[in-house]
DNA sequence: ATAGTAACTTAGATTCACCTAACAATAAAG
DNA sequence: CTTTATTGTTAGGTGAATCTAAGTTACTAT
């Protein structure tokens, strides 16, 4: 009879390592694999540090290695990715939505209390914030076992002239703004078309159902997650 | 983290310097001199560790170091872990008052969360907490320029049978003590009259709201601060 | 197809925070 | 006042995360 002694005992990464995999995993976004370079631009370390730490993250079984080949991370790396972005998505929301920072300045913020290591500290931000899938830029939360609803949705302010965009959600739900959508029949599903940006202002002019032309300005835009359709000719 | 500058650059502690300093300032309250095997024995490092460390934060002209002899803050060294020492209160304050921790589990956090080099973070909590003076644990939160609130207060241990007094700080907060504490119901603000002083082991016995009669003894008399109340006869 | 450039790797060094082993000074106890 | 115990110091070494310099592989463009 064999007796195996499990050696994966799970030791926490350390912040740097916590910074590789958050990065690989964003690069990474639908791409196949991820060059040192970009890395190595992205952290600001030079190309060597980059590499070490791939071998390094390789032993672990976090990343995927080969010589001059792209990185990328193994199932057990992205998760582990995922649970760090988690905390920092979860950080970001909690600033703005409970402490009242501006978008602009929570990300550095962010940066630094995603590498806390208490499991009770980020569930309590979630339940504060009632268990969002989305933060408000439209990049999905994952959930506490890392895993990411497939996901992420765009501002419809970032969409360009031409595009057709389906309304997934919004960053914000005041009554002021959900009456607003209401009283132009902007409701969750609704298929967008996108006639032109107006420069000055950002302004949009869309249509959908029985709507011809309406006029949204940035502020609304700016609130409104959107999904890209595939455009049929 | 703290910020010192030299020659118009200015550097951040790292968190392992931070972690000196605070405990310094800790260990030294109201001694004059601080000894190295203290030091080693709360931050669990080597004595050869701590002397080293010395000499750099010497070199920093943050502490006074002689050979053989007990360690102190310079000036600048007390302001600097008095700041480090604010967020790390303001952080149990927060995590307390405003997300709803209990005060046994809000000290591991705030170890990690005191670290984030951010003024408008911490500010922040600051205001929405109405920039209190003392924190959860009833130590005072020294002001962003690293000045302590001048009110101390006196161990019950030094207090006599007769008085009232009123539970406002406490010496430690470890896991243990505060459990001990809330398992008698003895929280901040909690109206004491001692009773007794047992003149062989100096226990006290105390009644407050619903008891009407504890016994503690000297080791935790020792470790509470209490504000001895006008007694209006 | 090959020369040139960009990307990657290796080698070797540095700094920080830590360690153990061995030695020195001070404090405590007889 | 000497011996012993505690406490502090020095020396030397380790691993993590970084660097520069120099060499190697792969991509790209003529």
């Not at 196949?32 to 631009?41: C, F, I, Q, R, T």
């Not at 370390?45 to 672990?60: C, E, H």
């Not at 009242?100 to 009770?120: C, K, L, M, R, T």
């Not at 959508?181 to 202002?201: C, F, M, N, P, Q």
Request: aromatic fraction near 8%; charge should be negative.
């Amino acid at each position: 009879m064999f007796i195996f002694v499990s050696n994966n005992i799970t030791i926490m990464a350390s912040q740097t390592e916590e910074n590789y995999l958050k990065s690989l995993f964003t690069l990474a976004n639908d791409k196949e694999g991820v060059n040192a370079s970009e890395l190595s631009n992205l952290l600001k370390v030079s190309l060597p540090t980059v590499n070490s730490m791939a071998k390094n993250l390789q032993k672990q079984g976090l990343v995927n290695y080969e010589k001059y080949r792209p990185l990328s991370l193994t199932e057990k790396g992205k998760k582990e990715a995922a649970l760090v972005l988690r905390k920092h998505r979860l950080t970001e929301m909690y600033l703005v939505e409970k402490m009242g920072f501006g978008w602009e300045v929570v990300h550095e913020i962010a940066e630094q209390v995603e590498h806390v290591d208490s499991s009770i500290f980020f569930e309590k931000m979630d339940e504060l914030l009632g268990f969002p899938t989305i933060d408000p830029h439209g990049s999905p939360i994952p959930d506490k076992n890392g895993s990411v609803s497939g996901e992420t949705f765009e501002k419809l302010s970032s969409c360009k002239a031409g595009e057709q965009v389906q309304l997934t959600a919004l960053l914000h739900s005041s009554t002021e703004f959900l009456k607003y959508l209401t009283a132009r029949d902007l409701i969750l599903g609704t298929e967008l078309k996108i006639h032109s940006v107006e420069t000055y202002d950002n302004s949009m002019i869309v249509s959908y159902a029985n709507h011809e032309s309406e006029t949204l300005s940035h502020v609304v835009c700016d609130q409104i997650l959107v999904r890209k359709n595939n455009i049929v000719s």
